[in-house]
């Protein structure tokens, strides 16, 4: 399935929804900023809680960790140190997951599990200038794709605005 994002409205502090590609919304994300870090609520569209982000204090480089159930389910982490100036991991408990590549201040950027892509962000065919989607096959945790994502898009528009 393809999702349609606003990057504008992808601010920790507002409430916004993911839509499909047929325009439609899917999903609910509830941003809520807290004084120990920022945290996303994921809920499907009755208000039920999917999954939520929260930001990891007193972290090595800035780390979001994903929670299903109260448990962790993955941690997203911007590599530091890299000969890559974006280099980005998805983690799930004592093991690597995810590993995105590409570009990702341009938005156009895979999750990549080895060598298989599981996932495509991409701005090609979006209207707007702000505006990307990201493609999932089935068969993949739409939710947990999607929480990387725009953790991601978070951090890069975070490491982008400090370099302007």
Known sequence: MRYVLKQQLLSWEDDFFIRSDHDHDVFFVDG?????????????LTGRELAYVKQKVFARGRTFEIYRNGMIEAVVKEQLFTLQDYHFTVEKPRKKDLEAR?????REYTFQR??????????????????????????EDDV?????????????????????
């Open 102 to 106: 590409g570009d990702f201040p341009g």
């Open 32 to 44: 809520k900023s807290l004084r120990a870090g920022d945290q996303l609520s994921f809920q499907d």
């Open 144 to 164: 947990y794709i999607l929480a990387a994502a725009v953790v991601i898009d978070e951090l890069a528009s975070t490491k982008r605005r400090a370099r302007t």
């Open 114 to 139: 080895g060598e298989r892509v599981v996932a495509t962000v991409s701005k090609t065919d979006m209207k707007g200038t702000d505006t990307y989607g990201v493609e999932i096959p089935d068969g």
